[in-house]
Nanobody, 121 residues
Framework: QVQLVESGGGLVQAGGSLRLSCVAS????????MGWFRQAPGKEREFVAA????????YYADSVKGRFTISRDNAKNTVYLQMNSLKPEDTAVYYCAASRVVTTTLGYDYWGQGTQVTVSS
């Protein structure tokens, strides 16, 4: 079983920054691609960013490209999401997820509980 625990969410003003972390346990972290997703109230969960097992290749939703950066530290079993130039529309619960195969869809095998990000205008 894989456990994922997110942290780093909070309240920030528009234009500010936050860094989310997701610590994984219960599996060989480097064997999994990792992704970040978000879900705003009344909306479907959507893809934000993903990173391959080695960390060499990353993928982003158009809405966050150039503002968010996904990275991973396989020695620390941790994946990060650096979020800069935040906008009110980035407000959502952010989830990390693990998959044997990298994908931008919701087809991940394991999910964290989520961390709330709120961006005030």
């Amino acid at each position: 079983q894989v456990q994922l625990v997110e942290s780093g969410g909070g309240l920030v003003q528009a234009g500010g920054s936050l860094r989310l972390s997701c610590v994984a346990s219960g599996h060989t972290f480097s064997s999994y691609a990792m992704g970040w997703f978000r879900q705003a109230p009344g909306k479907e969960r959507e893809f934000v960013a993903a990173i391959r097992r080695s960390g060499a290749i990353t993928y982003y939703a158009d809405s966050v490209k150039g503002r968010f950066t996904i990275s991973r530290d396989n020695a620390k079993n941790t994946v990060y999401l650096q979020m800069n130039s935040l906008k009110p529309e980035d407000t959502a619960v952010y989830y990390c997820a693990a998959s044997r195969v990298v994908t931008t869809t919701l087809g991940y095998d394991y999910w964290g509980q989520g961390t709330q990000v709120t961006v005030s205008s």
